[in-house]
């Protein structure tokens, strides 16, 4: 399948590293031919002279430029082809008012780890993309990683479960590393044990379909260590505090989607 990526930025580069190239023929264009012929002979792709060429040669059309310069490239350029956009915040009423109503759409919300090949990703499509279309589209986000297909109503949600946490993920590992460092540990290790321990702990999670609360309780001996902590935790209200962290996520999301 001939793909054409209009934007070769991080997450095109990282989305394109994972791609199969004897299964997909990839063209970029991006905004400076010089700097995209440089990426292109990077990735090992071929660079478009322009969006022109790129969109004629094209059977489907990712965009993977900021938000902002969307409706941009949507204005000057007629796609007929399937269009997947990964943008945050534009939903498929947004992308079908700059194309057309019959427009094929998918949204596609990948997150920082599509770098390791590790995004979670989250997609959904609009009426118009055929069975065969929106089969390539998950072979394409498969390859770099996970893909879940979830109701469009669910994406401010999903965002901030898959797009944001990670940085919260990072400051709850940066707080128990400092917290081995109050200890008398030095930082680097710290991190380095808090980090395996939790990625670790989410594989344990994973492969065993267990409650997340079973694993607690199963760590959690009576009148032991760890039940000091859990308590500790939630005395300051844990659990409410990170539902609370998620919901702003998910309020200024859906305060930024119109
Ligand atoms: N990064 C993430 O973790 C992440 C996660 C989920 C979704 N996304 C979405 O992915 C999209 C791209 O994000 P990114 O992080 O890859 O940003 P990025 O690294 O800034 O990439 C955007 C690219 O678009 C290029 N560009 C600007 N104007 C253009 C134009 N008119 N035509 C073609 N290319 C143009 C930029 O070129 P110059 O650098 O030369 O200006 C840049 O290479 C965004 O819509 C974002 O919402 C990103």
Do not use: C
């Amino acid at each position: 399948m001939k793909i054409g990526f209009i934007g070769a930025g991080k997450m095109a580069q990282a989305i394109i590293s994972g791609l199969d190239k004897s299964k997909f023929s990839i063209q970029i264009s991006g905004r400076d031919l010089s700097k995209t012929q440089q990426t292109a002979a990077t990735l090992g792709v071929t660079a478009a002279s322009d969006h022109t060429n790129l969109i004629a040669d094209a059977e489907l059309v990712i965009l993977a430029v900021k938000p902002h310069v969307i409706p941009d490239i949507l204005s000057a350029y007629t796609i007929t082809q399937p269009i997947i956009s990964i943008a945050a915040g534009l939903t498929l009423d947004n992308l079908a008012e700059m194309t057309s109503n019959t427009q094929p759409l998918i949204r596609v919300m990948p997150n920082i780890n599509a770098t390791i090949k590790k995004s979670t990703t989250g997609i959904v499509r609009n009426a118009y993309v055929s069975d065969e279309t929106f089969k390539a589209a998950l072979a394409i986000f498969e390859s770099i990683g996970s893909v879940h297909e979830i109701a469009e109503k669910d994406f401010g949600t999903f965002t901030a479960l898959a797009g944001s946490s990670p940085a919260y993920i990072y400051m709850f590992i940066d707080a128990m590393s400092r917290a081995g460092v109050l200890h008398g540990m030095p930082k680097d290790v710290s991190t380095q044990i808090v980090a395996e321990t939790l990625a670790a702990s989410a594989e344990m999670l994973l492969k065993s379909g267990e409650n997340p609360w079973t694993l607690v309780d199963n760590v959690s001996s009576p009148g032991g260590t760890t039940i000091s902590g859990v308590v500790s935790l939630e005395q300051h209200q844990f659990v409410a505090t990170v539902i609370d962290a998620i919901t702003a996520t998910i309020d200024k999301n859906n305060a930024m989607t119109k």
